[in-house]
């Protein structure tokens, strides 16, 4: 009869601290990746914000464009009795 393979407790010991090292490992590229490049992103475009330049508006023309916007997004109502019935042959 043979015996079971065994392995010896160090090498297992020597396994779980390099899954736990791998694992540290990832997480920090994963905190790196998600969290830490995306805060300074936003950093860089609140700077960029503030340096913008101001400008006048012409009030008049913000309005006219704002009329037209709010027609094509609530146009007046069809008026239904001058279209013509397709389904009624005359």
Do not use: C, H, R
Request: charged residues 20%; neutral net charge; hydrophobic residues 45%.
């Amino acid at each position: 009869m043979t015996k079971p393979f065994n392995l010896p407790s160090k090498y297992v010991f020597i396994g779980f601290i390099l899954i736990i090292v791998i694992s540290f490992v990832f997480l920090g590229l994963f905190l790196y990746d998600n969290f830490y490049l995306a805060l300074s992103e936003g950093k860089t475009v609140y700077i960029s914000s503030s340096d913008i330049a101001f400008q006048k508006i012409n009030s008049e023309l913000f309005d006219k464009i704002i009329t037209k916007i709010n027609e094509k997004i609530n146009p007046a109502p069809e008026d239904w009795s001058k279209i013509k019935d397709p389904f009624l042959y005359y």
